[in-house]
Each structure stands twice: as C-alpha cells, then as structure tokens.
C-alpha cells in the first residue's frame, strides 16, 4: 500500500485528490496539510512515501516545503503537482529535490501512474515539463568563476531560504549572505533570486 500526504491550500482540491486516492486498491491517504509549514509537521509524523505537494501557498511555498522534507525525510519523495508550468517554477521544484512534477489538469490515470512510478523509485514528469528540463540540459555551458561560498549561497536558494535561513546554516550574516548573493548576481549577469538559480542551473554550476 502507498501511503500518501496531500498538501494544498485550497480545501476542495484536497478532498478531491483524497476520494480518487481512497479510491484505488494500493493507495491510502494517511495525512493531508494546507500550507508547506503544516506539510513538514505532517510528514515527519507520518512518514509517507510519496507526497503531493502545491507550489503556490501560504506561509512556506511547495520549493522549500520541499527541500526541508528531502532533508528531513529523505525516504519520502515528492511529486509536484500544480497548474504552474513556467521554466523558473519547474527549475526550482526539481532543485529542491522533487521526484515528480504533474499538472492539475492532467487525467486521474496519468496522475495515478505518476505516484505509482514515483513511489516505485522512478521520475514522474509532465510532457511540457520534461522539454522544460531537456531544454535547460542542452543549453551550453560558458561557466562564470563563481567563488565555491557563492555557489553553495546559491544552492540553499534554490531550496527556497531566505537569506536569514541561510545565515543561520552557513553560521554567516544576513548582510555577508546578501554580499555573495549581488556578486553571484554580477558574474551571471541576472538581477534577481530566480533567474540567479536557473541559470545557475543552465550553465551547469547547480
């Protein structure tokens, strides 16, 4: 049986995923949260194997959520599951750590066979979101002399912290933080967070 998390903010799309879930012979819902804060607190107790998590929502969004759930519960993987299908959303759900990215609109039994596939240790992608990925692969890499202090600011970006988070796991300041940060932004001449990552990510350095 796959015990499976559902996070979402919005209270009719949980009920939603829980009766197609409950429905099927090797699935069972053994937890739900409205927001990523609730998300960690949820899987930590219940230890699931497979979450859906929302990108979009209040208090800590479905990246971060994310990230802090790989580092927490490595065990449990997780499957995006949004209607958000931009380059920079999908870049950051996969840094964070995602096995998974599905689309709210895609037919019950593509969702299904995409927790399945996860759960099993596979990758559970959207077409759309798989030639996002390919693209970004395939793109040259000019690389930029990013200081390793710079890159490893950077990879707690792309988990989705603040720069006050990743202050206080790299022992720095939050104005040295911000100090790496402009001069990474400088060398991969972008002017914010978001494209800092995905491009960090194009050019190979994440």
């Known amino acids: 049986m796959i015990r499976v998390v559902i996070v979402d903010d919005h209270p009719i799309v949980r009920a939603g995923l829980v009766g197609i879930l409950d429905a099927t012979d090797d699935m069972t819902v053994v937890g ?12 930590e107790r219940e230890r699931p194997d497979v979450v859906l998590m929302d990108m979009r ?3 800590r969004d ?3 959520a994310t ?3 790989r580092e927490a519960v490595p065990e449990t993987r997780v499957i995006v599951l949004t209607t958000y299908e931009s380059d920079d ?6 840094a964070a750590g ?3 990215y599905l689309l709210k609109a895609a037919p019950e039994a593509e969702l299904l066979a995409g927790i399945r596939a996860v759960a099993a240790g596979e ?11 390919v693209a970004h692969a395939g793109r040259p890499a000019s690389t930029p002399l990013l200081t390793p202090r710079e890159v490893e600011v950077l990879g707690h970006v792309a988990q989705g912290l603040s720069n006050r988070e990743i202050g206080l796991r790299l022992h720095l300041g939050e104005a040295t933080v911000k100090t790496h940060l402009l001069k990474a932004f400088a060398k991969l001449d972008v002017a914010d967070r978001t494209r800092a990552v995905t491009r960090a990510m194009e050019l190979g350095i994440l």
């Open 32 to 43: 739900v949260a409205a927001d990523g804060v609730e998300a960690v607190a949820v899987v």
């Open 123 to 133: 990758v559970a992608l959207a077409p759309s979101v798989a030639r996002v990925l």
């Open 62 to 64: 479905g990246d971060e």
């Open 98 to 100: 995602a096995s998974g």
């Open 67 to 69: 990230a802090l759930l």
């Open 57 to 59: 929502m209040p208090r």
């Open 89 to 94: 959303v999908i870049v950051r759900a996969v």
